[in-house]
C-alpha cells in the first residue's frame, strides 16, 4: 500500500487534529514509513508493535489517544481494516466462539502481567501497592487517593469488626490489609498469581488475613462482605452469570457485595488485540447491558458509581514513577519493554480521558437492603 496507505492516515489524523510529523506534541513523529501499512493490515496491534519497534513516537502519548479517541478514528479503522494477520483475525473469532477465561485458562495472566515483577510495580505504584483506580475527590497525591478509594470501599459495604470478608482478586493484599487494621475484619485474598501472593502474605503478617492462590470458582467459605477491586475485567462475558453465581453462593444472605471495574461504554467480546497479546490476555471490559443480565434473578442493585476520569490522574502517576525510577528498572528491563510499558499506561490514560471507558463501583445485595441502602460519596 505504502503511498496509499500513508495518504488515509493523514485524511483520518486530521480529523483528531494530529498532524504527521508536525510540531505539536500530540502529532505522531514517523521514523519508518512502514508503520501505515501495519495499521491498515494489523489495525491497533500494528500500532502498537511499531511503536515498540521505535518505527514512530509521540511527545505526548496520552494526549495523542485522547486525540484520536475523542475523533473516533479507532471505529473508523476498524470499517478499513482488510486483516492480513491470520493470528489477529484468528483471536477476534475465537473470543466470540470459545470461552478465553476458563478455570484453565485463568492463571495465564498472572503468568503474563502480574508475575512480570514485584520490582517493577513496587517502583510504579503507591505506597500499598493498590493495582487499582484511585478516588481523587479530596485527594492531591497518589498515596492519598489510594488510600481514599480503600476508605470508601469499606464504607460502602459497611464493614464492622469481627465480619469476615473476601477479597476476590486480591493483588499485593493492599485492601485486605487495610480492612484488617483499620477495621478489625478478618480477611481471605485470592489471587491467580504467585508473585502477588508471596509478597501479600508478607504485606499482611501478623494480620487475620489468608492469602490464597486459586481461581474463584475453586473458593469455599461464607463472608459477611465481598469485595473485588478491578478483577472482573479477567472474568470474561462467557462467565459473568457463574461468577456472580459463586459471589452469592459464597455471600451471607445479609451480606454485600462490592464490584470495582473498569466498563465500556458498549458490549463486546474481546479486547484490544494489542492489549490482549502484550499486558491482559484473555481479558475484556464489561458493559452495563453484561452486567445487569449477568446479575439479573441473582442480586439487587443498591448502587452504581462511576469515577472513570480518576483512572486517568492515576495512570498518569503510574507513568510518572514508572518513568522517574526507569533508571533502576532498566537493569531488568530493555528498552522494548519500557515502550511497551510507556504504551500501556499512556494510551488507557488517553482512554479514560476521552470517556471511551469508565471506572465503576457497584454495590449487590442478595434481597435489597431493609429500609434501602445509602449511598456514599
Wanted: glycine residues 8%; charged residues 25%; contains cysteine.
Amino acid at each position: 500500500m505504502g503511498k496509499t496507505s500513508r495518504k488515509i492516515a493523514e485524511r483520518l489524523l486530521k480529523e483528531a487534529d494530529v498532524t504527521i510529523n508536525g510540531s505539536n506534541p500530540w502529532d505522531m513523529q514517523v521514523k519508518n514509513e512502514k508503520v501505515f501499512d501495519e495499521v491498515f493490515s494489523r489495525g491497533s496491534l500494528g500500532l502498537g508493535e511499531a511503536y515498540m519497534a521505535g518505527w514512530w513516537d509521540a511527545e505526548k502519548l496520552d494526549e495523542f489517544f485522547y486525540k484520536i479517541l475523542s475523533a473516533h478514528l479507532d471505529r473508523k479503522l476498524l470499517s478499513l481494516l482488510k486483516f492480513k494477520d491470520i493470528k489477529t483475525a484468528l483471536y477476534l473469532a475465537s473470543a466470540s466462539l470459545f470461552n478465553l477465561s476458563s478455570k484453565k485458562r485463568s492463571f495465564q495472566v498472572g503468568k503474563t502481567h502480574y508475575d512480570a515483577g514485584n520490582d517493577l510495580f513496587t517502583h510504579m505504584l503507591d505506597s500499598r501497592l493498590t493495582y487499582t483506580c484511585g478516588y481523587w475527590k479530596d485527594a492531591e497525591t497518589l498515596d492519598q487517593a489510594q488510600t481514599a478509594k480503600l476508605d470508601l470501599v469499606c464504607k460502602k459495604v459497611g464493614l464492622k469488626p469481627g465480619m469476615k470478608i473476601l477479597d476476590i482478586g486480591c493483588g499485593w493484599g493492599s485492601f485486605v490489609k487495610y480492612a484488617s487494621e483499620k477495621y478489625g475484619v478478618t480477611a481471605v485474598g485470592i489471587t491467580v498469581s504467585k508473585e502477588q501472593a508471596e509478597l501479600a502474605r508478607e504485606n499482611c503478617k501478623g494480620l487475620p488475613v489468608e492469602i490464597r492462590v486459586e481461581d474463584y470458582r475453586d473458593t469455599r467459605g461464607t463472608f459477611d462482605r465481598i469485595i473485588s477491586l478491578g478483577m472482573f475485567e479477567h472474568v470474561g462475558y462467557k462467565n459473568y452469570q457463574t461468577y456472580m453465581e459463586v459471589v452469592h453462593k459464597l455471600l451471607k444472605d445479609d451480606g454485600l457485595f462490592l464490584l470495582h471495574t473498569i466498563g465500556g461504554n458498549k458490549s463486546v467480546h474481546a479486547t484490544d488485540p494489542w492489549i490482549n497479546k502484550y499486558i491482559f490476555p484473555n481479558s475484556m471490559l464489561p458493559s452495563i447491558k453484561q452486567i445487569g443480565e449477568s446479575i439479573e434473578k441473582i442480586f439487587v442493585m443498591e448502587d452504581w458509581h462511576n469515577f472513570g476520569t480518576d483512572y486517568d490522574k492515576t495512570l498518569m502517576a503510574w507513568f510518572e514513577n514508572f518513568e522517574n525510577n526507569w533508571q533502576h528498572l532498566s537493569e531488568k528491563y530493555d528498552e522494548r519493554f519500557y515502550r511497551m510499558w510507556k504504551y500501556y499506561l499512556l494510551s488507557c490514560a488517553g482512554l479514560f480521558r476521552a470517556r471511551e471507558a469508565q471506572l465503576w463501583q457497584i454495590v449487590l445485595s442478595k434481597t435489597g437492603v431493609k429500609g434501602g441502602y445509602s449511598s456514599i460519596r
